[in-house]
């Protein structure tokens, strides 16, 4: 059995085609290493046909053939292989054995001051490929109005990007993502209940105190928009039972503070 460049084995068949030769013709998404797998695409219980970008994804990037292997999982389900039985311009089919659990979630709600758009995509698609499992984005004093109104934010777009993020680390549960646009109604009414027997924390970058590392026991994780929090943001937080943490005196782009702070808190 072959194992291909991104993760996704096969067997029997040629090597990947020249890089340079994959660039040109790749589609813009990148390489998965799991083809997630929804009710809809069953046509029998051990078997699927896929069109559109999972297809394209198989057969422009993967240059997979019949008779392949690809790791596969079903939505909120197990993971296992897929055995390509045909493949054509217009659809794939698979015959699905599926034998092992995905990666056990994060205990985790991530709290996000909304984003600029160009960035949204990638923190979505990297807070679920780490395991979160529930995202509420929201306003902040310095999130710019504009940005509420990004396409981006629209339900099928964080769904692409949450699937993209699964792909990734081979996870089969999609994030739920909610939006909410009002900070203090947020904070104060909502955010007690969402963090009730969780470690409450928000990073801030000035002061507090230093992030913990590997907490057992789940926690709220409040992160803040790229021009920060201001102080009344923060004395909300606080009174709401957030204590504030910091990486140190780097100050990081969003994303990476994500990444980071997943990685030291878990
Ligand atoms: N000038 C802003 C400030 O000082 O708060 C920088 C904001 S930073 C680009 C965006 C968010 O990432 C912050 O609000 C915080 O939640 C998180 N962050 C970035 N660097 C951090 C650090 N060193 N420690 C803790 N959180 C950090």
Redesign the pocket.
Known sequence: MGHLAHGITRTGIDRPAPRAQRRATAPAHRPVNLLLLFDSDFTAPDQVVLRGRRLEHVRDVHRAAAGDRLTVGVEGGRIGSGEILHLDRDSISLRIALDRDPPPPLPLTLVL?LPRPKVLNRVIAGAASMGVKRIVLINAWRVEKSYWSTPRLAPDNLRLQSILGLEQARDTTLPSIELRRLFRPFVEQELPAIAAGTRAL?????GGME?PRAITGPATLV???????IDAEIASLARAGFAS??????????ET?VAA?LARLF
């Open positions: 001051a928000v990073a801030h970058p000035a992030c992160i803040g928009p790229e021009g920060g929090f943490i910091s990486l140190g005196p780097r100050i990081l782009r969003v503070a702070l």
